[in-house]
């Protein structure tokens, strides 16, 4: 079955960078477009970045477009969100995601906290 699985959060004061990352599996990676999202407390879930599958265009929100780059490795089934600049704003759990088989998976997402 389709597995997701995150990596990468933690705690980063104002001004930092973490790379995220997610381990796919159970569907054909390198042929899907991935996507992150993110949901702060509170907050609906909102898109953060996607890429296609070859890599060759991404779509970013405008809170993080700049500051974040999301790439992908298809011979590792792995996609990575680089987040750099970060702010205290950008505090929340990410979460990546495929819509495969008409429908979204999630993975249980990775906590992301901007603190000093």
């Known amino acids: 079955q389709v597995q997701l699985v995150e990596s990468g959060g933690g705690l980063v004061q104002p001004g930092g960078s973490l790379r995220l990352s997610c381990a796919a599996s159970?569907?054909?990676?390198?042929?899907?477009?991935m996507t992150w999202y993110r949901q702060a407390p509170g907050e609906e879930r909102e898109f953060v970045a996607s890429?296609?599958?070859?890599?060759?265009?991404?779509n970013y929100a405008a809170s993080v477009k700049g500051r974040f780059i999301i790439t992908r490795d298809n011979g590792k089934n792995m996609v990575y969100l680089r987040m750099n600049s970060l702010k205290p704003e950008d505090t929340a759990v990410y979460y990546c995601n495929v819509y495969w088989n008409e429908r979204d998976y999630w993975g249980r997402g990775t906590q992301v906290t901007v603190s000093s």
């Open positions: 159970g569907f054909a990676f390198s042929t899907y477009p």
């Open positions: 890429v296609d599958s070859a890599q060759l265009n991404a």
